[in-house]
């Protein structure tokens, strides 16, 4: 979906090196999400946010750490990359309030840690 | 959170209808039951949602049964391009978790 972008879409790096993943919408929404994905299992969440000054921790947030520069960025980093953290790499999106929340998912960052 | 158990792959025909279902015995009062498809190495893209009884749109239906412990996604004669990994979420609206989903394989 145009409406959510990731770059880069593609990232080899090496061990302990500091890598920043960032994220782009253009839907006009609040709620901003990280997930990472691993070869044949479902996504986990990383980090969300349902505005600019709130932060919170997913399910697998341990060396990951993440900034809201403003509504519609939303970028995560990897403060010192190991090779367990190579995996895909999902941004969504999803708009406020309790009555309808489909996330909308950018397209993903293949990144790569040797 | 509620914990949902589906199938770990399914194979159909072209034109057949596709019911997959998903367990979620612990399933919460405010909980919704989400589901979402996914192609290889694009991100997960919304099907349908609801909270009981039926609901249905252009692409899929959603059987909820009254003790909502259980659902089921319904593709009506699917073709090719619905080969594919569905992921029934059931939670707040707000936080979904991902299990590893159904592989639905269409052949011709």
């Known amino acids: 979906d145009a409406d959510v972008t990731q770059t880069p879409r593609n990232r080899i790096t090496k061990t302990g090196k500091r890598i920043m993943l960032e994220c782009s919408q253009t839907?006009?929404?609040?709620?901003m999400y990280w997930y990472r994905q691993d070869p044949g299992l479902g996504l986990r969440l990383i980090y969300y946010?349902?505005?600019?000054?709130?932060?919170n921790k997913g399910e697998i947030s341990d060396g990951y750490s993440v900034s809201r520069q403003a509504q519609a960025k939303f970028s995560l980093s990897l403060e010192s990359a190991i090779p367990n953290q190579t995996a895909l790499y999902f941004c969504?999106?999803?708009?406020?309030?309790?009555?309808?929340?489909?996330?909308?998912f950018g397209p993903g960052t293949r990144l790569t840690v040797l | 959170l509620a914990k949902t158990t589906q199938p770990i792959s399914m194979d159909s025909y072209e034109g057949q209808e596709v019911n997959i279902t998903c367990s979620h015995n612990?399933?919460?009062?405010?909980?919704?039951i989400t589901w979402y498809q996914q192609f290889p190495s694009q991100g997960p893209r919304f099907i349908i949602q609801g909270y009981k009884t039926k609901v249905t749109n252009e692409v899929a239906s959603l059987f909820i049964p009254a003790d909502r412990k259980s659902s089921t996604l319904s593709l009506p004669r699917v073709s090719l391009s619905d080969t594919a990994v569905y992921y029934c979420l059931v939670g707040p609206l707000w936080k979904l978790v991902f299990g590893t989903g159904t592989r639905l394989l269409v052949s011709p």
């Open positions: 969504a999106t999803s708009p406020s309030g309790d009555l309808y929340n489909e996330q909308f």
């Open positions: 839907k006009g929404h609040d709620r």
């Open positions: 612990n399933i919460a009062t405010n909980d919704y």
């Open positions: 946010s349902f505005d600019v000054k709130d932060i």
